[in-house]
């Protein structure tokens, strides 16, 4: 007997799953069908022809002295540490670039609608510290939010054109599988639970997007020749712009530069 009730049970629970997701597809085609222009096909890219942004971003200017974070509070996450963590609001590179910059192409693909992401991306908590600080994602990509830490943290989004949520994260605990179906450039992201923690993700409706790391450049591949505005974001120092016009196959160099204070 209580087998057959766990078969009635498990129909009921599958039947309503695929009521629940025909009920949200519903919702979806009716709000396109609320006047919004069609989904455009997807694009193909011609590998023959595509093309390259390569390029980086400067720090001009004396380096500003590292900020040590305070965790004294917090013995949990100090406890985590041998020497102090750093700040990484600013990053600037031994070889006199800066980390940490969100490079994207902010126009030139009007129109395009590009194949979703293959895999998914990730955001960690460890040492108390996101890690990466910065990260682009997909619209509708997920990502896996991880816990490494022996320690809970409350991770917390602060969109303006996405949903805002928090939810809390045990020690280790399993990833939260998130994404933001919006384009947003950027998300900033607090724990609730550690001030110190911030990081942001960028969150674009086509694949044409790098993170700036220690070397302090960026390459964007696969791109159909055009004309683009590439858009570098520095959370501290803002937004900067520049145009390259890409040939087929050619490869186009952008190059900022951020002026400390
Ligand atoms: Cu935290």
Request: charged letters at 20%; proline letters at 8%; glycine letters at 10%.
């Amino acid at each position: 007997m209580k087998l057959r009730t766990f078969y009635i049970a498990a129909t009921a629970a599958a039947l309503l799953f695929v009521s629940a997701c025909g009920g949200a597809k519903d919702t979806a085609s009716t709000e396109k069908g609320g006047g919004e222009a069609p989904a455009a096909a997807v694009t193909k890219v011609d590998p023959a022809t595509a093309a390259t942004i390569t390029g980086k971003v400067a720090f001009a200017g004396s380096a500003p002295k590292a900020i040590r974070i305070d965790m004294s509070a917090e013995p949990d996450c100090k406890g985590l540490h041998s020497a102090p963590a750093q700040s990484e609001e600013v990053v600037v590179n031994a070889n006199g670039t800066l980390a940490n910059v969100f490079v994207w192409v902010k126009g030139g693909l009007e129109g395009k609608s590009f194949e979703p992401a293959s895999g998914s991306a990730a955001l960690d908590q460890k040492g108390c510290i996101y890690k990466p600080h910065v990260i682009g994602v997909r619209a509708g990509q997920t990502i896996d939010i991880s816990n490494s830490d022996p320690t809970t943290h409350n991770v917390h989004p602060m969109p303006k054109v996405n949903r805002e949520w928090n939810q809390s994260q045990p020690p280790k605990g399993v990833p939260l599988p998130k994404a933001f179906p919006r384009p947003e450039i950027m998300i900033p992201v607090k724990c609730n639970v550690h001030p110190w923690m911030k990081s942001y993700i960028g969150v674009v409706d086509h694949p044409f997007f790098a993170v700036t790391g220690d070397q302090g450049t960026f390459e964007i591949k696969g791109l159909p020749p055009g004309d683009y505005v590439v858009e570098a974001w520095h959370e501290k120092f803002g937004v900067q712009e520049q145009k390259v016009t890409l040939a087929p196959s050619a490869s186009g160099a952008v190059e900022f530069s951020f002026k400390g204070e």
